[in-house]
């Protein structure tokens, strides 16, 4: 398995980018399928392709908008630009499903006779493989990079891959039995499947709105992170966290002895903002320093007692 390359604006954005192409090229496959066909179900699985072009620009769109630098008016950056990306990339998923379904329906009344189903068949199948292939890439390096949009363009393409593969069969099916109303009841139940997974999209991406924390085995690190760089200090306690694009905003009150110098203490402060950043890829790191009066009681939840070293 190749190794996922070390994640740089430039690369991002290029990922982005070739998303589009490959939106473009499959759908324009799905179409010319459709058309040698006649298929309610090629013609269902090419209008859920569109989706893809619309949400690989808002993907690219967001990347661009989530890297600028912070400014007066955004002063902690612009890292959730792509949580709405993902949440826009789920609705237009809903819409591509209720599409799917209306053309389904009006099939189930009409039927359609399909021509050259081999054929079709055939250029579906290869769009639908060149879209798995791209999916994979995505969630990968989505995955890798801490790119919520990239990742949700690739659960996208997901979805459509498992559309394009029900829609196969079938076609497949009603062309070997003779029953045409195989087809378009099939996609409906594809669409189903759309809509679900335009559902998780979007609740995934608005919990991340909401300031998620951070998962536990990152928070299960930043502990692990405090203790060995707090040496010196007494404790710390009130850990929060949250996730913002590739950036993880870490806070939490450090307790030092009441007569350590503001030099000493801010020594501690590096050391620990300096172990946290190994750990936590894009930490973010605001430290709170109290003197020993505030230290929480002996045994309270989610304290962490330091060796003073």
């Known amino acids: 398995m190749p190794s996922i390359p070390p994640p740089t604006e430039t690369l991002i954005r290029r990922t982005a980018l070739a998303s589009i192409v490959v939106a473009a090229v499959v759908m324009g496959g799905k179409y010319l399928a459709y ?16 989706a893809n072009i619309l949400t690989a620009i808002a993907a690219m769109i967001a990347i661009r908008v989530s890297a600028a630098p912070p400014d007066r008016q955004h002063p902690f950056g612009h890292h959730k630009a792509e949580y709405f990306s993902a949440v826009l990339e789920g609705v237009l998923i809903t819409v591509a499903a209720i599409l799917v379904l209306e053309a ?9 006779r399909i021509e050259a189903p081999g054929l079709g068949m055939a250029i579906n199948l290869a769009a639908t493989a060149l879209n798995a292939l791209w999916a994979y890439v995505l969630i990968s390096r989505g995955k890798a990079w801490r ?21 196969l069969l079938g076609l497949a099916v009603a062309t070997l039995s003779g029953w045409a ?11 189903v499947n759309i809509l679900w997974s335009g559902f998780r999209i979007v609740r995934e991406s608005l919990s991340s709105l909401l300031d998620e924390a951070a998962s536990p085995e990152i928070e299960a690190g930043i502990r692990a992170a405090i203790r060995s760089g707090g040496d010196g200090a007494l404790e710390v306690h009130d850990i929060r966290t949250r996730h913002a694009g590739r950036a993880t905003f870490i806070e939490f009150h450090l307790v030092v002895p009441g007569t350590m110098t503001v030099e000493a203490s801010h020594v501690i402060c590096d050391r620990l903002e300096a172990a946290i950043a190994r750990t936590v890829e894009g930490a973010r790191t605001v430290i709170h320093v109290e003197p020993e009066h505030k230290a929480k009681r002996h045994g309270t939840t989610g304290a962490i007692r330091l060796s003073q070293g």
């Open 147 to 167: 790119s919520p949009a990239l990742a949700a363009d690739g659960w996208h393409l997901v979805s459509d891959v498992a559309t394009s593969l029900g829609v």
């Open 35 to 50: 058309h040698v066909t006649g298929s309610v179900a090629l013609y269902s699985d090419a209008i859920e392709s569109i």
């Open 181 to 191: 109303i195989l087809d378009p009841l099939l996609a409906a139940l594809v669409a």
């Open 104 to 112: 389904a329906w009006d099939a189930v009344w009409r039927p359609r």
